[in-house]
């Protein structure tokens, strides 16, 4: 019996994941025991070990084994401009475009009242404590386009404005390369709205 | 239910939830159909071409079918014309789409309430004074859930309303003269019949009025915290 407990109790595991039912959490539960004992057991050690030595970094708040991540710590970058991203695959996408230097924060989230994710819940107070080093001259909102990550951006660039920052948000319109003929009703309704100057 | 297919509804996203990798689940507040939760399959794939169009206090027509609890989202269209909410009128946004989700039963349809909401967030989209279309949205909901308020004429005595006398308003009964000092909700008589009219000219009725709905609201709601009232108060406060 105690061999069918373990199982329930690894299907009941992976349900934490999310968008895994009971269906597809015993579906991956028999892949990893029966196909890929292999990969079960590097699942397992690489969880472990993230749990293990991963935290978040002090400065941006990603991910970090160490107490300050490489990236925060590197001086090829500006320490002046301070980009504030959702989540870590936000920053991955804005490095992706070799376009900025600075330095970075991660939230962790969005604004989202409706879920209970609050001012609280992101730990605001850190960072203005990390935009108030004295150091950071600029901060630029990068928080999606949706309406909670607008509403994070709107209370971060007043909070922000007020601790004496100059604030940022990036613009948002059609795509490069973007055709008014293949673009959705709201991005270019909203582009209309946002026009600028031709000057 | 109704296994039937409902095609062009105007309605409005409420809220998302992810429900696989690539699907989601919007709880939708629709015309004639009242709150409805769809599966919006593959919504959450990069390319979905409704991935960007579900997005809420914007007015989209959608069509779904099935027969169970969730049915499944067909089509969805951008009706456009209101511009995105921004700033602190989002977060009154969310005030109304939490009222609705907390106090709506499922696919009960309420006309009335979809057309308040639809001005208060047009109200609110515009950026100008939003105070008379969202009592007018709080009033309506109240109306339409059956509570609907009494605001011209004194409960216990039938008498009219006179504006410079003061009332006590209890919960579940309406306005009385006031006597007692443990009454909450306690307002002048002008308030009372200014709501009536829907007239929020004078500050002191906007004032009161936003009280009074407050804890009318909290009062049908049994108790139930507003997450968004919450997040609210904490923002003001940093
Ligand atoms: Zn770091």
Known sequence: ?????????????????P???????????????????????RLAKGLDAALQHL???????????????????????????LCIVEMPIDLNSMEQTHAYSGLYYVLMGRLSPLDGIGPKELAFERLFNRAADGVVKEVILATNFTNEGEAT??????????????????????????????????????????????? | MSNKRVDGQPAFVLHLHPYSETSLVVDVFSRDHGRVPLLARGARRPRSAMRGML??????????FGGGEVKTLAKAEWLGGMPLLAGRCLLLGYYLNELLMKMLAREDAHVALYDAYFEALRALALGGADAPELRRFEKTL??????????????????????????????????VRKVGAGDTAVVCGKTLLDMAADDYGDPRTRVE??????????????GKPLQSRRVFMELQEL
């Open chain 1, 55 to 81: 935290h978040h970094c002090a400065r941006c708040n990603n991910f970090s084994e160490a107490e300050v991540c490489d990236q925060c710590l590197s001086t090829r970058r500006d320490p002046t401009q």
């Open chain 1, 1 to 17: 019996m105690a061999g069918v407990s373990s199982l329930d109790e690894l299907i009941e595991a992976l349900r934490c994941l």
């Open chain 2, 209 to 222: 009025s936003k009280l009074l709905m407050r804890q009318l609201i909290a009062h049908h709601m049994g």
């Open chain 1, 19 to 41: 968008g895994v039912g009971p269906k597809s959490a015993q579906r991956m539960a028999y892949h990893l025991l029966q196909r890929d004992r292999r990969g079960a057991e």
């Open chain 2, 142 to 175: 109240l109306k339409e859930l059956g509570y609907g308020l009494t605001l011209d004429a004194d409960v216990e005595t039938g008498e009219l309303i006179e504006p410079d006398v003061e009332y006590a308003y209890l919960m579940e009964r309406g306005p």
């Open chain 1, 153 to 199: 951006a709107h209370y971060l660039s007043e909070l922000l404005h007020a601790r004496g920052l100059k604030v940022s948000r990036i613009a948002r319109g059609l795509p490069v390369g973007g055709e008014l003929e293949y673009s959705d009703a709201a991005t270019v309704a909203q582009a209309l709205l946002e026009r600028r100057d031709y000057s």
């Open chain 2, 55 to 64: 997005m809420a206090f914007q007015p989209l027509e959608l069509g779904w």
